[in-house]
Structure formats: structure tokens, C-alpha cells
């Protein structure tokens, strides 16, 4: 354990704040470690490499690449939660699917939820919770999201009638506010510049320009075989093996040439906000114990996750308020986050909350964010947490934070230990 990271545990004891049930440099026998953090490719929605795959088969392929990985029995599994966003039914019926196709025994259940943009995280807590708990043994937190299939102006995200009671309450018709011009709320309440943000998205492309030609994705990357349509109707199969929303060569100025996307005199622009995509990750959890009587390596721990509420209408700020929250848990201070892997729903939040925590942007998505990489909305949290614990194990740091805004109005962050 770091010195540093043991005496602001140590400051909590004596300060009289409540210890972290899991501590860092602690290893415990009933700590939930994860043994695989996986992810598919993340590709451009309706243009990418996923464009003609399901979201169930997305799903299905990074399951089995789990169990391919680690050589885990698949009938050992409990329980798997996924996260997603658009599917029709909330996606249980297709999640269900996935897992029986990636080999899964009907004996293994499946559930599916959804917290926005939070969902793919929530679902590894979730697991995490009910290992705790002792409702389950072993389980997988997983993620995914085709916002090929289910996103766009044909699919409602919202009913088409709602009370005018409720509608009159304070706050609810922000919740009605397209996420675009809560980021302009964030933008003009803040005083986040269009040029701030353009280069903050600039660096983003760079970020991830550069991990890709130096490979450093590959060790988080599960390879996707697949069928793929081309332009005259031929299909052919495909092994998708990179994310492809990067845009080489990318820089403020030529990002700074792009109009407004939801306001003529708006900061907000196609490029410097996330991009719409595909993509699937998973986790695998169980408590130590059981790991060392599997033999199965730990990749990490989770050591604490907490959520917070803020203003619908600006939704964006929620990083700012869930990462001191979930800091409070795991008694830390925000200097010993080595790595933040800070979602980039747009520019002006990713921004906003950095300032506002004080975060050196060096430690920020060393290895880029989505708006380069993209967000697909039920994956991402689980995407993130396979993210963070390659590069923690790369930089040879230890522990890292995962947070991200969330449509509604909240924040969510984790924080875990990597164990290389």
C-alpha cells in the first residue's frame, strides 16, 4: 500500500468517518476482485464495423470471451447483469439470448439495467453488491449497446404521454431536455469556451491516435467476428479488431471550423461531443477466496462506488459531485487517483468537471475518451473499468477512479485497485 493512500485511510479512522470495507494494499479474503475486464472494439453507429451486428450478438461474443480467456467453467457463473440504454423491453429478453448463445447454461441467470449513461458501471456494482451480499458466488457485470439498431429519431426514448400534474413540478421538464443543450446550459453557466472545448477534443483524437499505433488497446480488446454489408449488398465476413471513431490528424483549429449542433450561437459541435456507437464489455467478479481456489489471476478490486444527484438541466456537471462522494467512501483524497477515466459525454462537461475537482489532465484519459473512442451508452461503464485497469497496469499505478454525467441529472464514480 502507498504511503500516502494508508495515511488518508489513517486520517479517516481519526477523523471519526466510517472505514472503507475494502482498503487498499489490504488483500482480504471477502474482497470482490475482478478476474477479467474485457471489451469489444467500440465502432461508429451506422457506419462502423458493427453497423450490421446485433446488439445481442455483440453481447454474446465479448461473454464468451470471457470465459474463453479465463478458462472459468461457464456453469460456475451465478448471475450476469447487463447494462443498456435503447433496447425495446430494456434489452432482458436479448441479454437472456446472449448468454445462453455464449455458452452459458440456463441454470445461470440474467438481468438487465438502466442508468443511462452510468448503466454498463451500475451493472458491475450491482454484481458486486450481490457477491457482498452472499446472494451469488461468482458473477459478470457487463455492458452493451447498439445505437445502430435502437438510436435515432424511429426509437423513442421517452413515452408519448406524460402527466401534467408531474410535468408541473419543479424540475421535471428539464429532465425532457435533449442532452445537447444541457451541455450548453453547462457551457454558459460555467463559462466553458468553444475553443476549450475544441481543444480538449482534439486532445482526445491525439490520445487515442497515438495508444493505437502503439497497441496499448489490444491487452483490453476481445476480436469480433462478424459479417459486415458493403455498399452494393455483399456480405462478407469481418474480424473487427480496433475502434474505429478516431479521426487521424485531428486538431483544435480544424474542429474549430465545425457550426453549432443544437444552437447557432452554441459551443456544442459533432465534434467535440462523444459519438454515437456500438460495442460490448464485461466483468468478471468474485470474492478473493474464490478466485485462489479457482487458481484464477485478479486483475483488480472494486473499492468503493457512489452516485450523486444534480440539476437535470445541466446534467453534465455530475463527475463533479460523485467522485468527492465515492473519494469519501474509499477514504482518499483526489491527489491519489493516479488514473480518471472521465467519460466524455461532451466537451464542456468532461471540462467543467476536471476544473471543478482540481484534476491534473495528464491523469485524465491518458489513452483518450469517447469523444474519440465513442460512447456506446449501456457499455461504457463497463468499458471503462477494462480501460482503467490496463493502463493502471501499464503506467505501473494503482489506483484509478471510473465517472462519468448521466441523463436526468446525476454522476456515478468507482474507484479500483489494480493488482499487476
Known amino acids: 500500500m502507498t504511503a500516502p493512500a494508508r495515511l488518508g485511510q489513517v486520517a479517516s479512522h481519526l477523523g471519526g468517518?466510517?472505514?472503507?470495507?475494502?482498503?487498499?494494499?489490504?488483500?482480504?479474503?471477502?474482497?470482490?476482485?475482478?478476474?477479467?475486464?474485457?471489451?469489444?472494439?467500440?465502432?461508429?453507429?451506422?457506419?462502423?464495423?458493427?453497423k450490421d451486428t446485433t446488439s445481442e450478438y455483440l453481447l454474446g461474443t465479448i461473454l464468451r470471451g470471457v470465459v474463453e480467456t479465463t478458462k472459468i467453467d461457464a456453469a460456475l457463473v451465478d448471475d450476469i447483469c447487463v447494462g443498456n440504454v435503447c433496447p425495446p423491453g430494456g434489452g432482458a429478453t436479448t441479454a437472456r439470448m446472449a448468454a445462453l448463445y455464449a455458452g452459458f447454461p440456463n441454470?445461470?441467470?440474467?438481468?438487465?439495467?438502466?442508468?443511462?449513461?452510468?448503466?454498463?458501471?451500475?451493472?458491475?456494482?450491482?454484481?458486486?453488491?450481490?457477491?457482498?451480499?452472499?446472494?451469488?458466488?461468482?458473477?459478470?457485470?457487463?455492458?452493451?449497446?447498439?445505437?445502430?439498431?435502437?438510436?435515432?429519431?424511429?426509437?423513442?426514448?421517452?413515452?408519448?404521454?406524460?402527466?401534467?400534474?408531474?410535468?408541473?413540478?419543479?424540475?421535471?421538464?428539464?429532465?425532457?431536455?435533449?442532452m445537447g443543450f444541457t451541455s450548453e446550459n453547462v457551457a454558459n453557466d460555467f463559462g466553458i469556451s468553444r475553443q476549450s472545448q475544441d481543444e480538449f477534443a482534439a486532445l482526445s483524437h491525439?490520445?487515442?491516435e497515438k495508444a493505437q499505433k502503439e497497441g496499448l488497446f489490444d491487452a483490453e480488446i476481445?476480436?469480433?467476428?462478424?459479417?459486415?454489408?458493403?455498399?452494393?449488398?455483399?456480405?462478407?465476413?469481418?474480424?473487427?479488431?480496433?475502434d474505429d471513431g478516431v479521426r487521424v490528424g485531428t486538431t483544435a483549429a480544424?474542429?474549430?471550423?465545425?457550426?453549432?449542433?443544437?444552437?447557432?450561437?452554441?459551443?456544442?459541435t459533432a465534434g467535440n461531443a462523444s459519438q454515437v456507437s456500438d460495442g460490448a464489455a464485461a466483468v468478471l467478479m468474485m470474492k478473493r477466496s474464490r478466485a485462489v481456489e479457482l487458481g484464477l489471476p485478479v486483475q483488480g478490486k472494486l473499492i468503493a462506488a457512489a452516485v450523486a444527484g444534480v440539476p437535470p438541466r445541466i446534467m453534465g456537471v455530475g463527475p463533479a459531485y460523485a467522485v468527492p462522494a465515492v473519494l469519501k467512501k474509499a477514504g482518499?483524497?483526489?491527489?491519489?487517483?493516479?488514473?480518471?477515466?472521465?467519460?466524455?459525454?461532451?466537451?464542456?462537461?468532461?471540462?467543467?468537471s476536471v476544473q471543478k475537482l482540481g484534476l491534473d489532465i495528464a491523469r485524465v484519459n491518458p489513452k483518450g475518451g469517447a469523444i474519440a473512442l465513442g460512447h456506446p451508452l449501456g457499455c461504457t461503464g463497463a468499458r471503462?473499468?477494462?480501460?482503467?485497469?490496463?493502463?493502471?497496469?501499464?503506467?505501473?499505478?494503482?489506483?484509478?477512479?471510473?465517472?462519468?454525467?448521466?441523463?436526468?441529472g446525476y454522476g456515478m464514480a468507482a474507484v479500483f485497485e489494480s493488482e499487476h
Open 206 to 208: 491525439q490520445r487515442v
Open 222 to 242: 476481445y476480436p469480433v467476428k462478424t459479417k459486415i454489408v458493403d455498399k452494393d449488398g455483399n456480405e462478407k465476413e469481418v474480424v473487427v479488431s480496433r
Open 17 to 50: 468517518t466510517k472505514a472503507p470495507r475494502t482498503q487498499i494494499g489490504v488483500k482480504n479474503p471477502d474482497d470482490v476482485v475482478i478476474v477479467k475486464a474485457l471489451r469489444t472494439p467500440i465502432t461508429r453507429a451506422r457506419k462502423g464495423g458493427f
Open 332 to 352: 482518499l483524497t483526489i491527489d491519489q487517483l493516479d488514473i480518471v477515466e472521465l467519460n466524455e459525454a461532451f466537451a464542456s462537461q468532461a471540462l467543467y
Open 254 to 268: 480544424t474542429l474549430g471550423k465545425l457550426r453549432p449542433a443544437f444552437s447557432a450561437e452554441g459551443s456544442t
Open 384 to 408: 471503462q473499468v477494462s480501460t482503467l485497469l490496463t493502463e493502471l497496469k501499464r503506467q505501473d499505478k494503482r489506483v484509478g477512479c471510473a465517472t462519468m454525467c448521466i441523463g436526468g
Open 107 to 178: 441454470t445461470t441467470s440474467v438481468q438487465t439495467v438502466n442508468r443511462q449513461c452510468s448503466s454498463g458501471l451500475q451493472a458491475v456494482v450491482h454484481i458486486a453488491h450481490e457477491i457482498q451480499s452472499g446472494m451469488i458466488d461468482i458473477g459478470i457485470g457487463a455492458g452493451v449497446e447498439s445505437m445502430t439498431q435502437f438510436y435515432g429519431p424511429k426509437h423513442k426514448m421517452i413515452p408519448d404521454t406524460i402527466s401534467e400534474e408531474v410535468m408541473a413540478a419543479p424540475e421535471v421538464a428539464d429532465c425532457l431536455t435533449p
